[in-house]
Each structure stands twice: as C-alpha cells, then as structure tokens.
C-alpha cells in the first residue's frame, strides 16, 4: 500500500537550515504530485510546498517563499524540502503527501527552530 516515510528533521539554532527526504512507494511517484505540509502544536495542518511530476512547477505558502525549497528525484521515488534561514515559527512536524493518494500520511518528522 502507500507509504511515505519523513525524514531528515532535527534541532536547529535561529537561522539554519535543513534538509527533509519523504521516500514514497506504493502508488505511481514519477506522475504524481507531491506535497509537503506542517503542522504545528495546536494548531491545524498547514500547507507548505508541493511540487508537480512532469514540469516540476512549485508552489509555496508565502511564510516560507525565498527560504524553502522542494524538489524531487523520480528515480528514487523522493521528494525533498531544502529549508534555509528557519526561524521559530517552522518549528512543526513535517509531512509530506500526494495528490494521487490524499489520505496517506507517513508519521511525519519534527523540526524545532530555537531563538
């Protein structure tokens, strides 16, 4: 079945960076689009970045435009969330997700920003 496994989370002083990896199977990556999503103690799951599997457009919530990217690599079924500059306010869990298969998540990975 489908599995997305984050990974790549970590502690991080104001201003660093870090890079997330979702390794994905279980449904057709290379024609999907692929999602990540954070989401932050009491709050509700938010949108971060997605990016498409042919043109590999992007998109980005706009608290995260300039200082995050996403990428992804067909041939090995990941997607990736290059995160720089972080600030307090990124500290969540990060999920990543696809459009072909919406209600999959994997158990997400924490990143914690400290001032």
């Known amino acids: 079945q489908v599995q997305l496994v984050e990974s790549g989370g970590g502690l991080v002083q104001f201003g660093g960076s870090l890079r997330l990896s979702c390794s994905a199977s279980?449904?057709?990556?290379?024609?999907?689009?692929m999602r990540w999503y954070r989401q932050a103690p009491g709050k509700e799951r938010e949108f971060v970045a997605l990016?498409?599997?042919?043109?590999?457009?992007?998109d980005y919530d706009d608290s995260v435009k300039g200082r995050f990217t996403i990428s992804r690599d067909n041939a090995k079924n990941t997607v990736y969330l290059q995160m720089n500059s972080l600030k307090p306010e990124d500290t969540a869990v990060y999920y990543c997700?696809?459009?072909?298969?919406?209600?999959?998540w994997g158990q997400g990975t924490q990143v914690t920003v400290s001032s």
């Open positions: 279980g449904f057709d990556f290379s024609k999907s689009v």
């Open positions: 997700n696809t459009m072909a298969m919406p209600k999959y």
């Open positions: 990016i498409t599997p042919v043109s590999s457009s992007t």
